[in-house]
């Protein structure tokens, strides 16, 4: 895994990402990641999204989370679709590793109401405590948690 | 100058707490000096880079700072001009002076928060409301304001998947083949596909492996 030069560990796992969506219809290269939001039980591919202010969810595996129900943050959401309402949810997302540790995350994260875009993973609320590095040649995603 | 409040959360303050919209009016004019309205920044252009957001992030801090004060200072004197001649409606039970006041600084210190996390400001949102004293962080909407704008929390799991490198393969090679549809996909081969999350999930919740799953938008 990666080190400081110290020699502290700055990342603890590495995963492959998906470096396109040849669906899109945007059509430039992203990077995917593998996330498993709690509840949900299997893997799913977010879009790894530093200038977003915050991580949004697919409303569909928001329900399937059972997270529908909580009590959430009424909000509406400016993102390249237009305006979104839709709520601020606290919940927990592990970023899954290939390799080395994968990292557990409580995070608050925006489920919009209705939404025809992917899972995003913003800065706020989620990766201001992921310390990360992208390999583009091998396409490896490397993370840890911030101290 | 006059600064607009187009926000609806302090639309939806009662017309019996007018003060306290005159006092977050002159918040926002604290915060925001220039004629842009306040909060809900998001329909705006992007402030310019030349120092215009560091300048307002000073300006929001300095209004931070500013709620903290006792109720009794700026904030009060500056109000006093443009209070209603009374602050509460005929009959209405007034507060004693000193919770009054607290719940004033609360509600004020809350919609500021509010604001600034609509406009995304979350950093400067969090130390709004860490400005207010430990005794009103108890109050249900700064619980769950506070919750929401919580730092994450992240630690090391041993939880691991497997390399994905032929599922997206598939992905990149099928996506045309399965538009709108969620797919269910374990070492490169398709696994099942359904026209809801709900639906896909039936077919492989009693698999001993865990495909990965998406939509192909």
Known sequence: MLKTLDGADFTTGRARFLDEDANALEGTAKIFVKIEPSNLGFPVLAQLDTGSAWSILKPEIAEAMQLMNEEGEPKRLSTRFGSIDGQLKRTNITILADDGNSIDLEATVFVPTEWTGGNFLGYGGLLERVRFAVDPQENFFYFGPSA | ?217
């Not at chain 2, 209405?92 to 004033?104: R, T």
């Open chain 2, 1 to 217: 100058m006059d600064v607009q409040l187009n926000n609806n959360v302090f639309d939806q303050l009662t017309s019996s707490r007018d003060y306290i919209r005159e006092k977050a009016a002159l918040a926002a004019r604290i915060a925001h000096s220039s004629d842009q309205s306040f909060g809900l920044g998001w329909p705006g252009p992007c402030p310019d880079e030349n120092g215009e957001r560091t300048r307002k992030a000073a300006l929001a801090r300095s209004f931070i700072h500013f709620v903290k004060e006792p109720a009794a200072t700026f904030m009060e004197s500056q109000c006093e001009k443009s209070l209603p001649a009374s602050k509460h409606s005929v009959g209405q039970k007034e507060p004693p002076p000193a919770q009054g006041v607290a719940a004033e600084n609360m509600e004020i210190t809350y919609r500021v928060a509010l604001s600034l996390m609509e406009s995304e400001q979350i950093t400067l949102a969090r130390r709004a409301l860490d400005s207010l004293p430990v005794g009103e962080l108890g109050d249900s909407l700064i619980v769950r304001l506070r919750t929401m704008l919580a730092v994450p929390a992240a630690k090391t799991s041993q939880k691991r998947d497997i390399d994905r490198t032929l599922d997206y393969q598939w992905i990149r090679d099928h996506a045309q083949d399965y538009r709108g549809q969620w797919v269910a996909v374990n070492n490169g081969q398709l696994l099942a596909a359904a026209t809801s999350l709900r639906e896909l999930l039936d077919h492989v919740k009693h698999l001993k492996y865990r495909p990965l799953l998406h939509q192909i938008s």
